[in-house]
């Protein structure tokens, strides 16, 4: 799920360059051979469609996903399960689902610290 640096920073050189736009991959891979080879930047870029921070437009383009759309779709679901865990672990029954971009535990209220405050949080009895 994490991104190596190399693949980490191929995805901001890639982010500046075509920030929301369409982009196929030979215009990736002109990007990116600058700093690596051209069978590297391939195999980066596949790397970073299978772990979704970029993703497939058409047949022939991929998108760029923003910092807000791998949170939402990659960091918001671990970050409910490993709620989800921890609070089980001490002995609530909750489950934690992600609905409109946010963490939903439904069950018992558990003592939450700062997740709260910040909106994260919404409670379903």
């Known amino acids: 799920m994490w991104l190596k640096k190399r693949e ?14 369409p982009f196929n991959i030979g215009e990736a891979l002109d990007v990116l051979e600058d700093f ?7 195999n980066v870029l596949k790397r970073l469609e ?9 047949s022939l ?6 910092f807000n759309e791998i949170f939402n779709s990659i960091v918001l679901p ?6 989800e865990r921890n609070f089980r672990s001490k ?3 909750i489950k934690v ?3 409109n971009d946010r963490l939903k535990i439904e069950g018992e209220t558990p003592p939450l ?6 909106y994260i949080i919404h409670y379903h009895q």
């Open 8 to 21: 980490f920073a191929s995805y901001l050189l890639l982010w500046k360059v075509f920030k929301d736009q």
């Open 36 to 42: 690596m080879s051209r069978k590297v930047a391939y």
């Open 50 to 58: 299978k772990l979704g921070w970029i993703s497939r437009v058409n």
């Open 61 to 66: 383009e991929f998108k760029v996903l923003s």
């Open 78 to 83: 671990y970050l409910g399960l490993r709620l």
């Open 91 to 93: 002995g609530y029954k």
């Open 97 to 99: 689902r992600v609905e």
């Open 113 to 118: 610290k700062g997740l709260s405050k910040y």
